[in-house]
């Protein structure tokens, strides 16, 4: 059960990325995009945490601080992933972000002991390979000049594993994972408040914040499945799946763009499955 659960988690946070590639594609704004996100996955957070009688844990400090560090871990991150992508190509920039789940399996492997072997070992490196694969492009340079990249990517890194794997901790703490989500989308969503003095055009604005409106649903959803296949499951087995969900994002592009792909993005998505498969087994 917690296999489906994780597969699940990484589809539904996969289409969040979708969406924000539509947007992308519509020229909307990443700022009111990433605002109506963190606006609508506060709100789900919040009515699952109401429906589900944690919402009165909110009352706990631990829960605040919980949030509070997850929160920066995702506003932070994928601030500083956007900053990275000017100064570096998406070909190194985005597996190499991602490549934060090696830091959960590490975590939950030596320092929980979750069992780990030999197949399950092979299947979470051709999902780490899917990955990686996935953000090849077609001539894109992959020469690094600017030193400010390693700075931005190295810490984005280390952002994105304070949610991913912030989420394993509180789970092993006995914290339910709702309203620490909640404060940690409110958290993110104040961030996102500031105002910026970019000049963008109305429409830019209104593309942004619904499609980012309902990105922020998914993400809710999927971040909310990911916290139940850790709780129900291995760390160690789950991040690696949820960290698949980029390839979501390349075969909505497929089927809907008409993107074609190159021979290595197509062998991302054969790894993805033969990993899961061996991961079954």
Same mark, same amino acid.
């Given at each position: 059960? +917690? *296999?489906?659960?994780?597969?699940?988690?990484?589809? !539904?946070? $996969? !289409? &969040?990325?979708w969406w924000m590639k539509v947007s992308q594609m519509r020229g909307g704004s990443t700022k009111t995009l990433l605002l109506g996100l963190y606006a609508s996955g506060t709100l789900g957070f919040g009515v699952h945490a109401a429906l589900e009688g944690t919402l009165d844990r909110l009352s706990d400090p631990h829960i605040w601080i919980a949030g509070l560090i997850i929160g920066a871990g995702s506003a932070w991150g994928n601030a500083l992933f956007m900053k990275a992508l000017h100064f570096g190509p998406a070909s190194l920039t985005s597996p190499l972000t991602n490549m934060n789940i090696i830091l959960v399996v590490a975590m939950a492997t030596w320092w929980y002991q979750e069992p780990l072997s030999a197949s399950e070992a092979v299947g979470i490196s051709l999902l780490l390979l899917a990955v990686i694969f996935i953000a090849h492009k077609r001539k894109e340079p992959l020469t690094i000049t600017e030193k400010r990249w390693f700075l931005l990517v190295g810490t984005a890194i280390i952002m994105f594993a304070l949610r991913n794997g912030g989420l394993k901790v509180t789970e092993e703490m006995g914290f339910p994972s709702a309203p620490i989500? /909640?404060? &940690?989308?409110?958290?993110?969503?104040?961030? /996102? !408040?500031? @105002?910026?003095?970019? @000049? =963008?055009? %109305?429409?830019?604005? %209104?593309? $942004? *914040? +619904?499609? $980012?409106? =309902?990105? $922020? *649903? /998914?993400s809710y959803g999927g971040l909310q499945l990911y916290a139940m296949a850790l709780a129900t499951g291995q760390a160690n087995l789950a991040a690696p799946i949820f960290a698949t969900n980029s390839l979501v994002v390349a075969a909505g592009a497929i089927l809907y763009y008409k993107e074609k792909l190159t021979f290595v993005q197509w062998t991302a998505f054969g790894c993805t499955i033969l990993g899961l498969i061996i991961i079954r087994l």
């Open positions: 059960m +917690w *296999l489906i659960t994780a597969i699940s988690s990484a589809i !539904l946070f $996969g !289409l &969040a990325g989500l /909640f404060i &940690a989308y409110a958290v993110s969503l104040c961030w /996102f !408040l500031v @105002p910026s003095n970019a @000049p =963008v055009s %109305r429409n830019a604005e %209104r593309t $942004g *914040l +619904w499609l $980012g409106i =309902v990105a $922020g *649903l /998914f």
